[in-house]
């Protein structure tokens, strides 16, 4: 079945340092691929999507590019905030399927000034 | 952007209690919301897709007599956690997708439940 990894957290940054959150997918056809960004005490919100290999979602600064031939998205930002640290997920849907979206398992970042 | 709000926020009950946990899409109408259960460090897990007017269509291994889901409106979606056990202690976070063509899901901020 479809699956979804991430690399392990925490990840501890500090302000203006290069992100790179890795994720890698398992699934058979052409899933969506989402990340979800979830700061403390608030519920997780979109931060970017792509629906298509070679698609490139991009929002507030943060890419990832969906890759078909090494079946990853990975996330990243040149330079990252203090008010970036939050736990980050990636996450595989299909519209086919009712919208159902299958999460990795979070990875937190933390970024000191 | 949509607004989803979960109530409660968080819920400390004994043993063998039922607890009722409500999700409302504040300002829009959301024909599906999905119920997820998140352990400590752990990823979301799908519990049940709740389609309003319709029965709740649950995850394999979820117990639906356990996990009651009812969606009775486009705004309201609640789950009846029945006879509550400690081992059911978790976070659980609702979402609603936007509309029958979106593939976004706006989710709630999530109710702890601690069950005693």
């Known amino acids: 079945g479809d699956s979804v990894t991430q690399m392990e957290g925490p990840v501890t940054l500090s302000e203006e340092a290069f992100l790179t959150i890795n994720c890698t997918y398992t699934a058979t056809g052409y899933p969506s691929l989402f990340w979800y960004v979830q700061y403390p005490g608030e519920g997780l919100q979109l931060l970017l999507k792509?629906?298509?290999?070679?698609d490139k979602g991009s929002n507030k600064g943060f890419e990832a590019t969906y890759r078909k031939e090494t079946t990853s998205f990975h996330l990243e930002k040149g330079s990252v905030q203090v008010s970036d640290s939050a736990v980050y997920f990636c996450?595989?849907?299909?519209?086919?399927?009712?919208?159902?979206?299958?999460f990795g398992q979070g990875t937190e970042l933390s970024v000191k000034p | 952007g949509a607004v989803v709000s979960q109530h409660p926020s968080w819920v400390i009950c004994k043993s063998g209690t039922s607890v009722k946990i409500e999700c409302r899409s504040l300002d829009f109408q959301a024909t599906t919301m999905f119920w997820y259960r998140q352990f400590p460090k752990q990823s979301l897990m799908l519990m049940a897709t709740?389609?309003?007017?319709?029965?709740?269509?649950?995850e394999q291994g979820v117990e639906k007599d356990k996990f009651l889901i009812n969606h009775a409106s486009l705004t309201l979606s609640t789950l009846t956690v029945t006879s509550a056990h400690p081992e059911d202690s978790s976070f659980y976070i609702c979402s609603a997708r936007a509309g029958e063509g979106s593939e976004t899901q706006y989710f709630g901020p999530g109710t702890r439940l601690l069950v005693l």
């Open positions: 792509a629906t298509k290999a070679d």
């Open positions: 709740s389609n309003e007017g319709s029965k709740a269509t649950y």
């Open positions: 996450a595989l849907g299909r519209y086919n399927q009712g919208g159902k979206l299958i």
